[in-house]
Nanobody, 125 residues
Framework: VQLVESGGGLVQAGESLRLSCVTF????????LAWFRQVPGKELERVSC????????YYAEGVQGRFTISRDVAKKTVNLQMNNLKPEDTAEYYC???????????????????WGQGTQVTVSS
């Protein structure tokens, strides 16, 4: 099993980035897929989650209306479109998967089964 993120970078406030996470070795439909982020010295924060089969999407309050999570089953990817980026979005972003059928998606990072290596997003003011 492997998750491989890409798409991070350095942008100015107000610009957009699209993160992608390619999944290997498991059936996406059986898993909730999430994006977390972490700033040095702080805990992991769940940014967004797509429940199994893409049934329900969840967003952190600070990104609601700016970020959109989506699945591409054919490409075995989960994407995070990030618009109108703000300096406070600067963080290392991680893709994660948890085996769970249903519309729920936990925000507890320790419960997730698989993690990617992370991709850095830096937003300058």
């Amino acid at each position: 099993v492997q998750l491989v993120e890409s798409g991070g970078g350095l942008v100015q406030a107000g610009e957009s980035l699209r993160l992608s996470c390619v999944t290997f070795g498991f059936t996406m439909d059986l898993y909730a897929l999430a994006w977390f982020r972490q700033v040095p010295g702080k805990e992991l924060e769940r940014v967004s989650c797509s429940s199994s089969r893409g049934g329900t999407s969840y967003y952190a309050e600070g990104v609601q209306g700016r970020f959109t999570i989506s699945r591409d089953v054919a490409k075995k990817t989960v994407n995070l479109q990030m618009n109108n980026l703000k300096p406070e979005d600067t963080a290392e972003y991680y893709c994660a998967a948890i085996l769970h059928l249903g519309r729920e998606c936990t925000a507890i990072s320790q419960r997730f089964d698989f993690w990617g290596q992370g991709t850095q997003v830096t937003v300058s003011s």
